[in-house]
């Protein structure tokens, strides 16, 4: 049982976040139907609407013959604990280098949520995956994610598929799951400024909100699935000033953080820039808004904060 949740947390690493066929997946033979699965009767690899002992339908083809493999559910903390580091190198390692890395998935990993599956002589698959109760070593590796970590860009947890004879991820078969009472995407983040007012020209900072509980989330997202895919497309980061006819672009540099993990502590994502306080603007209060567009899987997906800064 010891080798095969090590099997499960070297696995885990190339499964945590998915909407498009995992790249670590195995190739199919040629002329072969490459495996495809559906998740209660939906192509697309994010379930909503997912509680505690809810079935979710899992329905595979294209799967090798009479082969089993392993169902499990995991949380996405595993994508941000520097210790797992050495599982996402893409690098291979010798056991004993990679046993701390796979001791500090396994934690993340509800043990409730494992179960051996096999395809039929078709290479087919039909299991309806029930979702147990929260039950990980970790405490903060709870499923469903904390409001911190949904608001930090954690939108669910992890189901994944491990074929047991290669070892390797079935890329197909892996989803994200969205829990009851939690919407498609977080909530927009805050935005704060270094000083209340300045004069044109001058360079003023920005981040988050100071005691924000909303956060720059698409970055974290954009980290996760450069995991796997090795995407590391950099977002565009526009800053205006002004609203209406007087809304300028302003002069910015910018940068941004994904959400981190070392247990205990989860801080989330974060950005950081400079812009300078355009000219031509009328005195008096105006608008600041930093608008990120992260392309994550072929999408676009924004971030917007505003806030105000008198211009004297």
């Not at 520097?82 to 934690?107: E, N, Q, Y």
């Not at 997202?221 to 995991?227: G, I, T």
């Given at each position: 049982m010891h080798k095969r949740l090590l099997s499960v947390c070297l696995a885990a690493s190339l499964s945590i976040f998915t909407g498009a066929a995992i790249a670590a997946a195995p190739a199919s033979p040629a002329g072969a139907a490459a495996p495809a699965c559906t998740f209660n009767n939906s192509t697309l690899p994010i379930v909503t609407g997912v509680s505690t002992g809810k079935a979710v339908a899992i329905r595979c083809t294209g799967l090798a013959p009479l082969r089993p493999h392993l169902l499990?559910?995991?949380?996405?903390?595993?994508?941000?604990?520097?210790?797992?580091?050495?599982?996402?190198s893409g690098t291979s390692g010798t056991p004993t280098a990679l046993f701390p890395a796979a001791v500090a998935t396994i934690d993340k990993i509800n043990p409730d949520s494992i179960h051996t599956v096999t395809s039929d002589l078709n290479g087919n698959l039909n299991y309806n995956f029930v979702v147990p109760a929260s039950r990980s070593t970790d405490p903060n590796a709870t499923c469903p994610p904390s409001q911190q970590q949904f608001n930090a860009g954690l939108i669910g947890c992890a189901l994944a598929?491990?074929?047991?004879?290669?070892?390797?991820?079935?890329?197909?078969?892996?989803?994200?799951l969205q829990w009851t009472g939690f919407p498609l995407l977080p909530p927009q983040p805050t935005l704060g400024v270094s000083q209340p007012k300045a004069q044109a020209g001058k360079v003023v900072g920005f981040s988050s909100a100071i005691g924000a509980t909303t956060y720059w989330w698409a970055?974290?997202?954009?980290?996760?699935?450069?995991?796997?895919?090795?995407?590391?497309t950099p977002p565009k980061i526009t800053?205006?000033?002004g609203s209406g006819a007087s809304k300028q672009t302003a002069l910015a540099f910018a940068w941004t953080v994904p959400a981190t993990y070392s247990k205990p502590t989860f801080t989330p994502g974060n950005i950081w820039g400079f812009f300078a306080m355009p000219k031509n603007l009328p005195r008096g209060v105006n608008v600041v808004t930093v608008?990120?567009?992260?392309?994550?899987?072929?999408?676009?997906?924004p971030n917007i904060a505003s806030t105000t800064i008198k211009r004297v």
């Amino acid at each position: 049982m010891h080798k095969r949740l090590l099997s499960v947390c070297l696995a885990a690493s190339l499964s945590i976040f998915t909407g498009a066929a995992i790249a670590a997946a195995p190739a199919s033979p040629a002329g072969a139907a490459a495996p495809a699965c559906t998740f209660n009767n939906s192509t697309l690899p994010i379930v909503t609407g997912v509680s505690t002992g809810k079935a979710v339908a899992i329905r595979c083809t294209g799967l090798a013959p009479l082969r089993p493999h392993l169902l499990f559910m995991a949380s996405l903390l595993i994508g941000l604990d520097p210790k797992t580091k050495a599982l996402f190198s893409g690098t291979s390692g010798t056991p004993t280098a990679l046993f701390p890395a796979a001791v500090a998935t396994i934690d993340k990993i509800n043990p409730d949520s494992i179960h051996t599956v096999t395809s039929d002589l078709n290479g087919n698959l039909n299991y309806n995956f029930v979702v147990p109760a929260s039950r990980s070593t970790d405490p903060n590796a709870t499923c469903p994610p904390s409001q911190q970590q949904f608001n930090a860009g954690l939108i669910g947890c992890a189901l994944a598929m491990l074929d047991l004879v290669t070892q390797k991820p079935v890329g197909a078969a892996s989803a994200v799951l969205q829990w009851t009472g939690f919407p498609l995407l977080p909530p927009q983040p805050t935005l704060g400024v270094s000083q209340p007012k300045a004069q044109a020209g001058k360079v003023v900072g920005f981040s988050s909100a100071i005691g924000a509980t909303t956060y720059w989330w698409a970055p974290t997202l954009a980290a996760l699935n450069s995991m796997l895919s090795g995407d590391t497309t950099p977002p565009k980061i526009t800053v205006t000033v002004g609203s209406g006819a007087s809304k300028q672009t302003a002069l910015a540099f910018a940068w941004t953080v994904p959400a981190t993990y070392s247990k205990p502590t989860f801080t989330p994502g974060n950005i950081w820039g400079f812009f300078a306080m355009p000219k031509n603007l009328p005195r008096g209060v105006n608008v600041v808004t930093v608008t990120l567009l992260q392309p994550v899987l072929g999408l676009a997906l924004p971030n917007i904060a505003s806030t105000t800064i008198k211009r004297v």
